[in-house]
């Protein structure tokens, strides 16, 4: 490591990391997949000790930089250095033992195993020709307290949270030496505290020189968290700047390429009468819901996670049984016990979780786009094909959704752009009560102003709209009435938003 010896004002001898040299350069990068050049000329460098963030649109190519760096992908073209020696891997396991690591969203720990066999796994302690668990339980609990966790190694990976899983699979990457910590998205799913948590480990940990490569959509941890910014656009770098230098709408300018007046469509909602009503809502952790949302409005979910707001929404489209609780569309009590009958009511549901729910990695974008909406575009039995491409076309054209061809493996999509895909099948199908559960969650800000302006258009053809959202900023700027959720119950309406504060919100929430 390059570090200079420096006394602090105490006179305490400190090794501070030296912020000047490069720990990974890239330069020149090319990487294209048929149909599409992901990235046309990707350059950065990353130093040791700093937090370089990596932003862009949907699409711009982050991922795909993370991938050649770990070596899931091969360049076409371009040069990368690493530790000023030239860096080429073949496999993650490479950059692994390289000391390049990268923690995706989709955690790669094994569920049933404990967190100490995750930690060891191939790299177990043996004695005599035996694991010694004992060792192992040891060194991993070390490597946690050294994160400040007391998790207990011999706990199963499969009860932890989102937080502690992510924490083991940093702890996985110190035990391999990483010099370089790739974070793709890293806080999508973590509550506000663990976000600090998280940042307060990545702190100490670039004081002890680790280079950390942070990919986000969330511009405010960007601006909390990095000394330093590299901006994608279509898969071309097109800056880097000091975190300082830059302010929101300068890089918001970067990454879109033209200046965003505001980051939320105006407009008026003229809300009508009550469309959907739900009484004494109960099942899972929620418990004795009721709410009413009118034709035209748009209402705001908010709460922390864990709240239940995601699981509320399940039970709203049948896809979880309710032990209690009823329904009513435009006055009329309606039973909707399965997804199949929501939708035929009328009520969908855009689900967060873009894999897990609703999207067919293997199909196609348009087939994806297709499932469920066959029987619109029937005649006699028969699927007109035309109106099948035309309405498909109409909707990637309206969402903007950057694909290569209809053929293109949703797989393939880009995050933002799977969320997407995902949005216009919805819309395409006639719903009239339209839940939204973290609908901008991975989605880049240009494409979340597109995304406001649908729902906006949505409310002004007289559908009803809930909307469950994390970002306080989405729900203040979005909604014309809030409710907040905790432990599984409505624990606050706010009806009036204006010259309400995110923190008038979080009070309700906390
Ligand atoms: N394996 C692949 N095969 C074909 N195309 C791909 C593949 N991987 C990525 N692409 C395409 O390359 C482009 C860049 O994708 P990438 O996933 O790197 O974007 P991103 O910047 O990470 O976007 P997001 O913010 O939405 O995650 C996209 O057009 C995507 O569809
Ligand atoms: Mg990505």
Known sequence: MSSSEITDADGRNTASPDKTSSLLGVVGLRKGFPGV???????FDLRPGEIHALVGENGAGKSTMIKVLTGVHQPDDGEILFENAPYR???????????????????????????ADNLFLGREITRGGLVSSSEQDAKAREILAQLGTSLDPSTRVAS???????????ARALMAEARVLIM??????LTPREVERLFVILRDLVEQGIGILFVSHRLNEV?????????????????????????????????????????F???????????????HLSGGPVRDVSFSVRSGEILGISGLMGAGRTEMARLLFGADGRESGTFELDGKHVDISSPREAIEAGICLLNEDRKGQGLVLCASALENFALGNLRRWSRFGMIDRRREMDAFEGKVGSLAIKISAPSQRAENLSGGNQQKLLVARWLESDSRVIVFDEP???????????????????????KAIVLISSELPEILGMCDRVLV???????GEISDLSGVTQEDVMALAV
Do not use: C, H, N, W
């Open 89 to 115: 891997v073949s496999s993650p396991l490479d950059s692994l033992r390289r000391g390049m690591v990268a923690i995706y969203q989709e955690f790669t720990l094994i569920p049933f195993l404990s967190i």
């Open 485 to 491: 959720m905790k432990a599984g119950r409505m624990t």
């Open 37 to 43: 050049q992901a990235i046309a000329d990707g350059s």
């Open 160 to 170: 932890l949270s989102v937080a502690e899983q992510q924490l083991v699979e940093i």
């Open 223 to 263: 601006f909390e968290i990095s000394d330093r910014i590299t901006v994608m656009r279509d898969g071309v770098t097109v800056a880097t700047e000091e975190t300082g230098s830059l302010s929101r709408e300068q890089l918001i300018e970067l990454m879109v390429g033209r200046p965003l007046e505001s980051e």
């Open 265 to 279: 469509p105006r407009g008026e909602s003229t809300p009508g009468q009550v469309m959907f009503r739900v009484e």
């Open 440 to 462: 901008t969650r991975g989605i880049d800000v240009g494409a979340k102003y597109e995304m406001y302006v649908i729902i906006r258009k949505l409310a002004a053809e007289g």
């Open 184 to 189: 793709d998205e890293p806080t999508a799913s």
